[in-house]
């Protein structure tokens, strides 16, 4: 194991100097940059304080710690001090970045019997470690935490996938991973006492869980058929692990970056199919083909789900290279760093920022921080685009672009796993996949590069009758949100849930077409049930005078060229089955053309 110094950067090192704008690229430079940035006004230095480190209870003196100020410029630092709300100012006190040591410091602590679980600062544990991908859930999993990772689209190898095994497996039934919306895992049941050492050997194996919470980019999404699919418009794995080393300083943490006014997301299509989801991405890169043939990228902005705000991204007007895209990125971002509203927390992500300026206003200011490039107007699509793309499925054996060979896709059930899967897909993607699976915005997986002639010995396998290749026509389409399980912001417990009603419903219906169904817990809508054929969000209900689970119905979500963002049409639904399948027997009798068995 290496240090645990290693390669963590702090925010008072190289990170700084590492990342360099550019009209064209980003660089390593060695050039610094940290002699022109603003200096913490002294308004700023009064109100601090030296802040100890993670364990409040510790007798060594306090040390001084970075500040979330200490990249922006005066007037975002203005905007951060005046700013309602608690979270502005745990940034201000203490930064995020901390924690990539301090994790260290505490692991070490605890096992060595050296402080208590009690004596650990409340907003370390509960809020700053999940700078590191830490998430403690307090209400549901005391003393346990949710770690979230970052893959770049989706991608993983045989070796990661057992490591990923050996973290939860010593947790027992505490113990397990998801997939997630954003091609992503995340794992659960982790303790302290090992967050360190899973955190230092993520890095070995080519991994990083710095940087996936709080006002930090989440994980890249690209298309999980990259560089295999037989219509595919641009390979976007390369631009996924550019972007996702630009912004993660080469996954040792970037502290230039690690104070945004509000969590952002980032996404690379790579085909007509939009398998990315653009329309609800920060910034949507949409491919497209200019005039002499060169595949660029038409940008959309804005998109996003809050409890306050449902919105599809709007076009930019801006056409990229491949070659501008980090660039143009990296600029964005530090826009939305230094000139984003940081007043109300519900009303900081980057939509708010073009209600105010326009997509336009938007635009100018990038190319003004790229320094002064003219970005290219958006590309009209030609003709061709006339005629409707249907959106694919990729479950099931499809033939790849290269002869010979197939990708397999596997439908899991709402996106749960476990350490035992985990090991078993690591040896199925050694015998039959180069050792490689990738994970989709759909939580299901995905094997490439299947001989043809491997094909059924590969369908006979133990782990697709777990999790098959041709589901049912709900379970194909099924999406959960963690649910009131783990998460304690839930309001009703979804994954659990989710998947019985579906067992439910397919005994009982015939079905003639796939139904994308996602469960959401509450209206964050991390399940993303306003993009599904039919969403469930958690919310109050009453049956028989008591207070009871409920859901709200959203129905007409679409994805793919042209998609379109669903609408809530009930609710307060109890969600007990006695209500909930004869609620969602009528939808899918009207809606989609369902007869009940006889």
């Not at 692991?107 to 998430?135: N, P, Q, S, V, Y």
């Not at 809050?306 to 143009?328: C, G, H, Y």
């Not at 039919?534 to 919310?539: F, H, R, V």
Request: glycine share 8%; charged share 25%; proline share 5%.
């Amino acid at each position: 194991m290496v240090s645990p110094t290693a390669f963590v950067s702090s925010a008072a090192g190289s990170a700084s100097t590492q990342l360099a704008s550019s009209a064209s690229s980003w660089t390593s430079s060695e050039v610094a940059t940290t002699a022109a940035r603003p200096t913490l006004a002294v308004a700023t230095a009064a109100r601090r304080r030296a802040y100890p480190s993670m364990v409040a209870a510790q007798t060594k003196e306090t040390q001084e710690v970075p500040s979330g100020l200490k990249y922006l410029p005066k007037d975002a630092q203005e905007r951060a001090l005046n700013a309602s709300g608690k979270f502005e100012q745990l940034k201000i006190d203490k930064d995020g970045s901390a924690m990539w040591t301090e994790i260290h410091e505490l692991a070490a602590l605890l096992k060595a019997g050296e402080t208590k679980w009690e004596d650990i600062d409340a907003d370390d544990i509960d809020m700053r470690l999940k700078w590191a991908g830490l998430f403690h859930r307090r209400k549901r999993t005391p003393g346990r935490f949710m770690m979230r990772l970052k893959v770049p689209n989706g991608i993983l190898n045989s070796t990661q996938l057992r490591f990923l095994s050996d973290c939860i497996s010593p947790y027992g039934t505490d113990g397990c991973a998801d997939i997630t919306t954003r091609m992503n895992i995340q794992l659960r049941g982790i303790v302290t006492e090992d967050a360190a050492a899973i955190c230092d050997g993520l890095y070995e194996n080519g991994l990083t869980s710095f940087m996936s919470g709080m006002d930090n980019v989440r994980n890249m999404v690209g298309s999980p058929i990259a560089g295999i699919d037989p219509h595919e418009i641009v390979d976007t794995r390369a631009l996924c692990t550019e972007l996702n080393d630009m912004i993660t300083n080469y996954r040792k943490g970037n502290p230039e970056l690690t104070n945004l006014p509000r969590k952002f997301n980032i996404c690379v299509s790579g085909s007509r199919d939009d398998f990315a989801h653009t329309h609800i991405n920060d910034i949507g890169l949409v491919p497209m083909a200019a005039a002499d043939g060169e595949i660029g990228f038409n940008v959309v902005v804005g998109g996003m789900f809050s409890i306050k705000r449902n919105v599809e991204a709007v076009p930019m007007d801006v056409w990229l290279t491949q070659a501008q895209v980090t660039p143009f990125c990296k600029a964005l971002l530090e826009v939305f760093r230094d000139q984003g509203d940081r007043k109300v927390r519900q009303k900081t992500r980057l939509m708010y920022m073009i209600d105010q300026w326009g997509a336009d206003g938007l635009r100018d200011r990038v190319a003004k921080q790229m320094g002064g490039v003219e970005l290219a107007p958006a590309v009209v699509p030609g003709p061709e685009y006339d005629t409707p793309w249907p959106r694919r499925d990729i479950q099931g054996v499809h033939a790849q672009k290269q002869e010979g060979l197939s990708w397999v896709g596997l439908n899991v059930p709402a996106g749960r796993i476990t350490a035992d899967d985990l090991s078993m897909m690591a040896d199925v993607a050694d015998r039959y996949s180069g050792g490689e699976m990738r994970v989709t915005v759909e939580q299901n997986v995905l094997f490439p590069n299947v001989a043809n002639d491997q094909v059924d010995a590969f369908l006979a396998e133990p782990l697709v009758a777990k999790f098959p290749a041709t589901p049912g026509p709900l379970a194909a389409g099924l999406v959960s949100c963690t649910g009131a399980q783990f998460c304690g912001i839930a309001l009703i417990e979804t994954k659990n849930r989710a998947m019985e009603l579906v067992k439910v419903l397919e005994s009982q219906l015939e079905i003639p077409q796939l139904v994308r169904v996602h469960w959401t817990g509450c209206p964050n809508s991390c399940g993303q049930v306003q993009v599904a054929d039919i969403g469930l969000m958690g919310c109050p209900a009453r049956k028989n005078g008591k207070a009871v689970e409920g859901v709200k119905i959203f129905l007409g979500g679409s994805i793919g060229e042209g998609a379109e963002l669903g609408e809530e049409v009930s609710k307060g639904i109890p969600a007990d089955f006695e209500d909930l399948v004869p609620a969602m027997t009528k939808i899918l009798v009207e809606r989609f053309g369902a007869t009940v068995r006889a």
